[in-house]
């Protein structure tokens, strides 16, 4: 199963932020649109940064109301795991267990075509379990 299945079911749209927006900003982006992250982008709409709902609780606790008017520059995560649409869900998986995080933006070369989150992951996975349940009863009631 491929990062692609998701993104078929899904679709592709991705919320994202200018890097020079405050955290106020993305946490008010954050709750209007109930999502748990944001994909920073720059010029060219290129991927420079992530910001979750985690890093705001972390500056929030750090700083205090006055973390709200930090630059997203200054906080966003840098360094962004990405993904291709043809990764396999497994491998994802195993990306965001290692490293402890929840979105993975996907890339096809450098144009950002979707995100997907663990809960995403998670949805797919029961779908599969459920048909495998479904194909195991069938065969057992045809034996």
Do not use: W
């Not at 995100?115 to 779908?127: E, M, Q, T």
Request: net charge positive; hydrophobic share 45%.
């Amino acid at each position: 199963m491929t990062v692609k299945r998701i993104l078929s079911e899904k679709g592709g749209n991705v919320v994202t932020i200018s890097p020079t927006a405050s955290l106020a900003d993305a946490a008010k982006l954050l709750a209007e649109r109930r999502i748990g992250a944001l994909v920073v982008t720059g010029a060219g709409d290129r991927v420079v940064g992530i910001v979750s709902e985690r890093d705001i609780v972390r500056i929030l606790a750090s700083r205090g109301a006055a973390g709200l008017g930090v630059s997203l520059t200054d906080v966003m995560t840098r360094k962004v795991v990405t993904c291709e649409p043809s990764a396999t869900v497994s491998a994802v998986m195993e990306q965001m267990t290692a490293g402890k995080f929840r979105h993975v933006p996907v890339l096809d070369g450098e144009k950002l075509t979707g995100i997907i989150s663990i809960g995403d992951v998670v949805k797919l996975r029961l779908h599969e379990m459920e048909r495998e349940q479904i194909a195991l009863r069938d065969y057992i009631q045809t034996a």
